[in-house]
T-cell receptor, first 113, second 113 residues
Framework: DAGVTQSPTHLIKTRGQHVTLRCSPI?????VSWYQQVLGQGPQFIFQ???????GRGNFPDRFSARQFPNYSSELNVNALLLGDSALYLC????????????FGSGTQLSVL | SQQGEEDPQALSIQEGENATMNCSYK?????LQWYRQNSGRGLVHLIL?????REKHSGRLRVTLDTSKKSSSLLITASRAADTASYFC?????????????FGTGTLLAVQP
């Protein structure tokens, strides 16, 4: 079975541009969460989507948005990129129940120049 | 905000030695999870310990949880060079988001062959 897949692996953008990151969860998982990991820090929660509905949002500006499709894949969009948005963006999938482990993809490394 | 804080920040040991990492957190929890990250890529779930458990084993891993002290430890026995990675503790901060984990800053473990 395929794990969580993310694309692209690496991305280089310039300030002010827009970026879309994609994630496909493990088959059968209905929940996708997005995390941002800045170098030297632990991952920080951005969003969770379950059954195409937003279930939670972290402390990120409105430039960050996401959506989940009927096949449970998800996109994370970031508008008006800032240098500080440079980070590893991780997608995690699960069944959506509480108190369970998350399965992470390998991430998208975003560099904003 | 970071709920979990790992100690030490970095640890270097020889193959065959044991490695112990500690984690402290701030609020009441339902469970505490440990994850491993190789070279800044995706996180891999290692073990989940529930709040009513004091100790849990998985292969060469041993996790303890002291809810009165709001702390946990991860012991890796008979370490191998392949254990070289960053290790993070994570605690849930659910609200409506069942996949919202708060990660610490991590312990970077280097196992010398």
């Amino acid at each position: 079975d395929a794990g969580v897949t993310q694309s692209p692996t690496h991305l280089i953008k310039t300030r002010g541009q827009h970026v879309t990151l994609r994630c496909s969860p493990i088959s059968g998982h209905k929940s996708v969460s997005w995390y941002q990991q800045v170098l030297g820090q632990g991952p920080q929660f951005i969003f969770q989507y379950y059954e195409k509905e937003e279930r939670g949002r972290g402390n990120f500006p409105d430039r960050f948005s996401a959506r989940q499709f009927p096949n449970y894949s998800s996109e994370l969009n970031v508008n008006a990129l800032l240098l500080g948005d440079s980070a590893l963006y991780l997608c995690a999938s699960s069944s959506g129940r509480a108190n369970e482990k998350l399965f992470f993809g390998s991430g998208t490394q975003l560099s904003v120049l | 905000s970071q709920q979990g804080e790992e100690d030490p920040q970095a640890l270097s040991i020889q193959e065959g030695e044991n490695a112990t990492m500690n984690c402290s957190y701030k609020t009441s929890i339902n469970n505490l999870q440990w994850y491993r990250q190789n070279s800044g890529r995706g996180l891999v779930h290692l073990i989940l310990i529930r709040s009513n458990e004091r100790e849990k084993h998985s292969g060469r891993l041993r996790v303890t949880l002291d809810t009165s002290k709001k702390s946990s430890s991860l012991l890796i026995t008979a370490s191998r060079a392949a254990d070289t990675a960053s290790y993070f503790c994570a605690t849930p901060n659910y609200g409506g988001a069942t996949n919202k984990l708060i990660f610490g800053t991590g312990t970077l473990l280097a196992v010398q062959p």
